[in-house]
């Protein structure tokens, strides 16, 4: 009988960080408060007592951070690296972008980048602008990096269980709001699952939504509150955005011929142009065209009551839902 237990969303990243660093002795762990603190979220709360120098605290550069996980991994370590903010990755691009992602190419395949990157991103009430950003696009714009975003404790718990057995660097992006949620039934000690796929959270026969990140829990709300109409969607999940599932979502549209993409990320530029693009070019017939549901092209306020007019709400949803279905 597999083990299972009740944890939240942040107790299972806890537990596959826990899995990981016994199951891979190379493994290290490290970041801003993340040892002795637990981190600011306390993600990591008990791990340093466990695995000892294994898990410690760094200073504040993610640079260096980031840049000393790459050398790492080239020689043999199996780092996990939190940067608290996805907003903070950004001064360490130079070490994702032109060092991670490049260490298979520029050595024949000699090396390896056995990198994961924890990090959390979206807004949450009273962030502000340098603390509520949705990068996901500038990462999946690069070669070499794979993506993922869970936001239920299995996948929470398995994605990282993947992410860390991958030879290839990985960000993991997960969300604040979500850490300390309810507690759900969580499977632990299965076989690694390889990277990628797709999570069917909702079935339904009208039109295919595509979402990833929080919005998965606005798009089921307003899922459910256009079932009053006779409305029924399907909803994919796309835990793994690099690489994404597109064959899942061709073989949805071939069924509803109807396509809507929910992200919190602003629009224009943002993954969900990607997915409509690949739908479009696959030349699966559309009963109506594709729609984007996102955050508006601003900054995001720190006041909570306007972060909401800027950021996708699930009537927002349903009012999309609605226009493409025609009822």
Known sequence: MPEVAKLTYGGAINAALARSLDEYPEAILYGEDVALPGGVFGVTRG??????NRVFDTPISETAMLGAAVGAAMFGRRPIVEI?????????????????????????????????????????????????????ALLLHVPGIRVAMPTLPQDAYDLTRSAVASDDPVVVIENRTLYA???????????????????????????????????????????????????????????????FDTSAVIASLERTGRLLVVHEANVTGGFGAEVIARAVESGVPLKSPPRRVGARDSR?????????????????IAAAIHAIVGR
């Open 47 to 52: 791990l340093q007592k466990v695995y000892g």
């Open 84 to 136: 608290m903010w996805i907003d903070f990755m950004l001064v360490a691009f130079d070490q994702i972008v032109n060092q991670a992602a490049n260490v298979r190419y520029v050595s024949e395949g000699r090396l390896t980048a056995p990198l994961t990157i924890r990090t959390q991103q979206g807004n949450a009430p009273g962030a502000c602008a340098q603390h509520s950003q949705n990068l996901e």
């Open 181 to 243: 949620g309810d507690k759900a039934r969580v499977v632990l000690g299965e076989e690694v699952a390889p990277i990628g796929g797709h999570r069917v959270r909702r079935e339904g026969e009208d039109l295919t939504i595509v979402t990833w990140g929080k919005q998965a829990r606005a798009v089921e709300e307003a899922v459910d509150a256009c079932s009053s109409a006779g409305i029924t969607a399907e909803v994919i999940e796309a835990v793994w955005l690099n690489p």
């Open 300 to 316: 995001i306020p720190a006041a909570s009551q306007l972060a909401a007019a800027v950021l996708p709400q699930p009537q927002d």
